[in-house]
């Protein structure tokens, strides 16, 4: 009986060091991330300065305030005990903030590249999608961030449980860094695509506001990208989307709400995005998901 325990003790050691091994190296692993210094020159796009350039760009920028703030001046976006606390950065180039010395380059490489001024990888920064945006748009965009009026706030500094850090570490919450997933030589001279309700330019916004990083490739949904958000549904001619008309479709970008009454949860499903653009490009998206065969 003696020995029986004492090769369990034994066992029992064993598998607490293999595991706090375990946890120190996904942990080391998360946070040398952070680390990393990434020499990389954008492309070159042009910025304009007229007042329709800049209005395209404040409609760009609509989903840039789940995160940043509806002034884009930065919130806390993410604050749970159990994982952290993320606040997103200050977009509007104040005294002290993040973006204060930032050069229109340096939002091409934050915006479609995920990498900041000094080349360290962007957490969270869904750049994937934007390094689909066209130069025109792109520069319509940092066109319109250069009008924000200057916005003093401040944050802690990010901080990550050390379980939250283990987690991360070992793939859990998926592509946190999305520099490291993008195709940087794809991700330049991007033609921009005539506005309009054609299936193609409806594949352009699906993937500049990024529908399929949520509801996956083929839009079916599944498991959320992180695991504090709900199962993420099916858009596809498969779910709802397939019995919903036009109108239909619009009013859900317009109002929050789906024919079947449900009301989204702007948290978790940024309507307001592609509700900011006119009827016409909603029912491109419309079309879009229509032309898939699913």
Partial sequence: MKRILKWLAYTLVV?????????WYFS???????????DFEPKAIPIPADSASV???????????????????????????????LPSSNLTGSPGSETEHYTDMDFVKAIRHGLNKSGHKLMIMPSL????????????????IRTLPEVERKFP???????????????????????????????????????GNS??????????HGCNDCHKKDLKGGKAPD??????????NSGAVGRWNTEQFISVFRTGTTPEGKVLDAQFMPFAGLGAHSDTEIEAVYNYIKSLNN
């Fill in 28 to 38: 080391s692993r998360f946070n040398k991330e952070f680390e990393k210094v990434i």
């Fill in 55 to 85: 209005e395209r760009g404040r409609i760009l920028a609509v989903d840039c305030r789940s995160c940043h703030g509806a002034d884009l001046g930065g919130k806390v976006f993410f604050d749970d005990p159990g994982i952290g606390m």
């Fill in 227 to 236: 695991p504090v958000s709900p199962p993420v549904p099916d858009i596809s």
């Fill in 199 to 208: 299936i193609e330019y409806g594949s352009y916004l699906t993937h500049i």
């Fill in 129 to 144: 999608p934007y390094s689909h945006i066209s130069d025109e748009d792109l520069g319509c965009l940092i066109a319109f």
């Fill in 157 to 195: 500094k990010r901080k990550l449980t050390y379980m939250a850090q283990v987690m991360a570490g070992a793939g859990l919450f998926g592509n946190l860094f999305h520099y490291d997933i993008i195709d940087h030589r794809n991700a330049v001279n991007v033609p921009a695509v005539p506005i």
């Fill in 15 to 23: 598998l607490i060091v293999l595991l706090l091994s375990g946890s």
